[in-house]
């Protein structure tokens, strides 16, 4: 499908902290990323929506270099990354903060543990005061201080997702790329997200990326959403470019509305069958 609109696209400048240029991703014959083009604005929160299925959270992992483009580059900063050697790679990313979609706390390790873990991964830490002021710091960020010794089994759902937030900014990142993060919370808890992500854009100067299918989030956060849909960029601008997009794919994504054509056959008569099964026919 051909893109169908751009607006607000940012210009090629220094503002620029992340490019990708004529970047394909393929997975054997299935071309999940086609020809994708675009750059990240430095200091402003773009969201990525679309369909499950459609590429997003594949789009972010390459902006990281999690995974390498089948074609195409990546650039960060105005350096190309995406034919850099891991170890080359591990300084880039430290400039990066990534939200999972679970989370991905360490289950076996406290709130403090957990947040440390990346500053593990690239410094030797040996001030221990350091520590306990920088978890405290983090965790303050997002409304946890006093949390420092709990185990995540003890925290509720929202509350992993504040402290993988606090780790993600454990080394006090440049982006933080957010892989559905409201995924799993209630529209509370999901809010309490949303306003996290505005607070850190903006007391931190932070750039922001957020996969999500959540649009009531994406209009509250976003300076700028892209949709994604079927491996292409099909809209890229602002809330109200998107709101009032003429193209029935994205006004069906905003509203949460089946297509007629799905909705034809979900409403097909057919014979209902009687169950081939019964727990008796496994007893001997």
């Known amino acids: 499908m051909e893109t169908v609109g751009q607006n607000n696209q940012a210009d090629a400048n220094?503002?620029?902290i992340i490019v990708l240029k004529n970047m394909t991703k393929k997975f054997g014959k299935n071309?999940?990323?086609?020809?994708i083009s675009l750059s990240i604005e430095k200091g402003k929160t773009t969201v990525i929506i679309g369909p499950s299925g459609c590429g997003k959270?594949?789009?972010?992992?390459?902006?990281i270099v999690l995974l390498r483009p089948s074609s195409g580059e990546v650039y960060f900063k105005g350096?190309?990354?995406?034919?850099?050697?891991?170890?080359?790679?591990?300084?880039?990313?430290?400039?990066?903060?990534?939200?999972?979609?679970?989370?991905?706390?360490?289950?076996?390790?406290?709130?403090?543990?957990?947040?440390m873990f990346p500053v593990r991964q690239h410094?030797?830490?040996t001030n221990h005061t350091g520590v306990d002021e920088l978890v405290k710091s983090k965790l303050a960020m997002v409304g946890l201080d006093g949390f420092q010794n709990y185990f995540p089994a003890k925290l509720s759902g929202g509350q992993k997702k504040r402290v993988?937030?606090?780790?993600?900014?454990?080394?006090?990142?440049?982006?933080?790329?957010?892989?559905?993060?409201?995924?799993?919370?209630?529209?509370?808890?999901?809010?309490?997200?949303?306003?996290?992500?505005?607070?850190?854009?903006k007391s931190l100067g932070l750039t922001s990326v957020v996969v999500t299918h959540d649009?009531?989030?994406?209009?509250?956060?976003?300076?700028?959403?892209?949709?994604?849909?079927?491996?292409?960029?099909?809209?890229?601008?602002?809330t109200d470019y998107i709101r009032n997009h003429p193209h029935p794919?994205?006004?069906?994504?905003?509203?949460?509305?089946?297509?007629?054509?799905?909705?034809?056959?979900?409403?097909?008569?057919?014979?209902?069958?009687?169950?081939?099964?019964?727990?008796?026919?496994?007893?001997g």
């Open 249 to 283: 794919i994205i006004q069906q994504f905003i509203k949460g509305e089946v297509s007629e054509d799905d909705l034809a056959v979900l409403r097909m008569d057919g014979n209902i069958f009687k169950s081939q099964f019964l727990p008796s026919d496994f007893q």
């Open 164 to 201: 993988a937030l606090a780790r993600a900014i454990a080394l006090n990142p440049d982006v933080i790329l957010y892989d559905e993060p409201t995924t799993g919370l209630d529209p509370i808890r999901s809010d309490v997200i949303n306003e996290l992500i505005l607070k850190l854009q």
């Open 14 to 16: 220094s503002q620029e």
């Open 215 to 238: 649009i009531t989030s994406a209009y509250k956060i976003a300076d700028r959403i892209i949709m994604l849909h079927e491996g292409k960029i099909i809209a890229d601008g602002n």
């Open 31 to 35: 071309v999940v990323l086609d020809n």
């Open 57 to 63: 959270t594949v789009l972010i992992k390459h902006m």
């Open 123 to 125: 410094y030797k830490v």
């Open 79 to 115: 350096q190309r990354i995406d034919n850099l050697e891991e170890h080359e790679l591990n300084t880039i990313r430290t400039h990066y903060g990534f939200l999972f979609q679970g989370g991905a706390l360490f289950d076996s390790l406290t709130v403090t543990e957990n947040i």
